[in-house]
């Protein structure tokens, strides 16, 4: 009959057991290690992004964010108070210069208009009226001073003959006297007249002059309100599309009130963003690059914001081809700020490897080999990456970020072409 074993040898043969398998678990992970490790993976590089590395020039740079916005853009206001009866347009819609975007309530400017037309015409009339009394007056006064000159003429010939008389004997002084007096009173009214005369005119003038510059006045309300009314008629100075509609119809408006905004659609420029620790980085003049989709446009840093927004400049960059058809309102674009030109240089293409200036981890093709270096990176812009050290010129780089990632616990892979 069996014995049964005691615990303590069952104890001792379990832990020789264990011991076996960690030995083996140990064993079997050295051993796919110095495998790993000793063997090396092989790959093709036409499956695999390279540059060529070249000499040339760098524009040393920093990247910072952009959206395209309209060159010019026109705010519309209302140039009466009214009620907005109709809105002929949308936003999204594209206008020109004697398009009529709002209708408003224009009774009360019309009823108006034709209160001051009245007015106007009365106060021609009242002018034509007094004109021609005026001409009929004058003619009086000078038929007054023909008949007041014949008189005179008379009075002076009776004197004449009266003094005449009393030298030869044939008349009195009395006589002579008399006839003086007549003709000193006849010729004393006739100066009397004429100043009347005169001063008649005078005050006509006055009055004439008065209503004229009344009907002036009058006359300038008039082309006032036309032009209130041509300009109520809310429509665009430029060729452009409505970017927004700022009212609804049936809303009351004040005058001067904003109601639309019309953007030019012919020509775009770039508002950006840089935080506040590169603003010794920005500068008026500054060169720009602008990466629209596949596109690379130019152009130059014109304004900057004198004031921090959440905790970032805003700056504007003019597109040397402020028209180009990739150009679309709103769009947002990378844009790149020229620090500086790095001529005569070794570069490669840019990628997703690289994430800075610095030292940094990349494969160069070495023979048949590709060959884990550490090399130094410099400046970059949009398509080239400077390199200050560890790469000649005409060598082979690996600039695919995922495969650096892939094969990085390796210092040598083999390949193929």
Not at 30 to 47: A, G
């Amino acid at each position: 009959m069996d014995r049964e074993l005691s615990k303590e040898f069952v104890k001792k043969k379990r832990i020789r057991l264990y011991f076996r398998i960690a030995v083996v678990f140990v064993a079997v992970a050295i051993i796919s290690f110095l495998i790993l490790n000793t063997v090396q993976p092989k790959v093709s590089l036409q499956n695999v992004l390279v540059s060529i590395a070249d000499r040339g020039a760098v524009e040393n740079s920093f990247t910072t964010s952009g959206i395209i916005q309209p060159y010019y853009q026109e705010l519309l206001t209302a140039s009466i108070s009214s009620e907005i009866l109709e809105i002929c347009h949308a936003p999204g819609d594209i206008v020109k210069p004697g398009d009529t975007i709002f209708i408003p309530d224009m009774e009360a400017l019309l009823s108006e208009k034709v209160n001051i037309e009245h007015e106007i015409a009365l106060k021609q009339n009242r002018i034509n009226k007094s004109s021609e009394e005026l001409q009929r007056q004058r003619m009086q006064l000078r038929s007054g001073l023909k008949m007041d000159s014949i008189r005179i003429e008379n009075l002076k010939t009776s004197l004449t003959k009266e003094e005449y008389l009393f030298s030869v004997g044939g008349g009195s002084q009395q006589k002579v006297d008399k006839a003086n007096i007549e003709f000193q009173l006849a010729s004393i009214n006739r100066e009397n007249q004429l100043e009347e005369f005169e001063s008649f005119k005078k005050l006509q003038k006055l009055d004439l002059e008065s209503m004229e510059l009344e009907l002036q006045l009058k006359i300038q309300e008039k082309e006032k309100i036309n032009k209130q009314i041509e300009k109520a008629y809310i429509q665009p100075k430029i060729n452009g599309v409505i970017t927004s509609i700022l009212i609804e119809p049936g809303q009351h408006v004040s005058q001067g009130q904003a109601l639309a905004h019309v953007a030019d659609a012919s020509r775009f420029k770039i508002e950006g963003s840089i935080s506040t620790r590169y603003a010794d980085k920005i500068y008026l003049g500054q060169e720009a690059q602008i990466l629209v989709n596949d596109s690379l446009l130019q152009g130059q840093v014109t304004a900057i914001s004198p004031s921090v927004t959440d905790g970032s400049i805003n700056y504007t960059v003019h597109l040397n081809n402020s028209s180009h058809p990739i150009l679309r309102v709103k769009l947002q674009v990378e844009v790149r700020l020229i620090l500086s030109v790095i001529p005569n240089t070794i570069r490669i293409t840019n990628g997703d490897y690289y994430y800075g200036a610095g030292n940094t981890d990349i494969f160069v093709k070495n023979g048949n080999e590709l060959e884990k270096r550490t090399v130094k990176l410099g400046g970059a812009n949009f398509n080239y990456v400077e390199v200050i050290s560890g790469i000649a010129e005409g060598e082979i780089v690996v600039i695919s970020n995922v495969f650096i990632q892939k094969y990085q616990r390796y210092n040598l892979i083999k390949c193929k072409d």
